[in-house]
C-alpha cells in the first residue's frame, strides 16, 4: 500500500492513483512487488530536523528514505520537501512538476536497491529516474 501525508506543508497535486499505479510499474520492472510505502511531504525545517536526529546531518535535502524492504518487497518512509525541490527546479531549470516526479520515483528506486553516492551510481541512478519518467508520461 502507497499512503501519502504532509507535514507543516500542502500535499502537492498529483493524482495519487495514477502515480502508485505508476510506482507498481516501476518496482515490477525492477523485479520488486510494493509493500507499505509512506510519502510524508514536509516543510523544510522538518526535513532539516528529521535529517539531524536520524542521519546526523545538518543539511536541508529535497528527500530523505528509510528503506524497510524485505526480500523482494519494497517498503519505506520518504519525506519530501516541496520546497526544496521547487529550488532545485528552478536550480537546474526543470519544472516545479517534473522535479517533484523525479524525486518521487528516486526514493522508490532507492527501495529497489539502486545508490547515488558515487559518481557512477549517480550516473546510474539519473539513468533510471530519466526511463522511469518516460513511463509516467505514457498511458
Not at 501525508?5 to 518496482?27: C, H, L, N, Q, Y
Not at 512538476?97 to 520515483?105: F, H, K, N, P
Request: glycine share 6%.
Amino acid at each position: 500500500m502507497i499512503s501519502y501525508f504532509t507535514e507543516g506543508v500542502k500535499m502537492p497535486k498529483i493524482g495519487k492513483r495514477d502515480v502508485s499505479a505508476w510506482i507498481k510499474k516501476v518496482t515490477e520492472i525492477h523485479g520488486f512487488r510494493v509493500g507499505d510505502i509512506s510519502y510524508i511531504f514536509c516543510s523544510e525545517e522538518h526535513m532539516l530536523n528529521v535529517n539531524r536526529e536520524y542521519l546526523q546531518h545538518d543539511y536541508y535535502t529535497d528527500i530523505i528514505t528509510f528503506d524497510y524492504t524485505e526480500g523482494k518487497r519494497i517498503s519505506g518512509d520518504i519525506f519530501i520537501s516541496p520546497d526544496t525541490v521547487a529550488s532545485n527546479a528552478e536550480k537546474f531549470g526543470a519544472s516545479y512538476e517534473e522535479e517533484l516526479y523525479r524525486v518521487i520515483i528516486h526514493g522508490v528506486l532507492h527501495l529497489c536497491g539502486i545508490n547515488d553516492k558515487s559518481p557512477e551510481e549517480r550516473k546510474i541512478m539519473e539513468k533510471e529516474e530519466n526511463k522511469a519518467l518516460k513511463l509516467r508520461n505514457t498511458k
